[in-house]
């Protein structure tokens, strides 16, 4: 499994701004240019359910 950046606070406060106003996790995905495996751990880890399109 290859390493994947970490998580800047920027980018986890893009992620719980676009998860309030019920983005789906491919649109997150390629906006924060992430895999979308990766936008869904970390919504996981921060206890969000993410809307799929």
Same mark, same amino acid.
């Given at each position: 499994m290859d390493q994947q950046q970490g998580w800047t606070v920027e980018a986890v406060q893009k992620l719980t701004e676009m998860a309030r +106003? @019920? #983005?789906?996790v491919a649109a997150m995905s390629l906006a924060l240019k992430r895999p979308i495996e990766a #936008? @869904?751990?970390k919504l996981? +880890?921060?206890g969000i359910t993410p809307v799929e399109s």
């Open positions: +106003e @019920r #983005v789906p #936008v @869904r751990a996981s +880890e921060l």
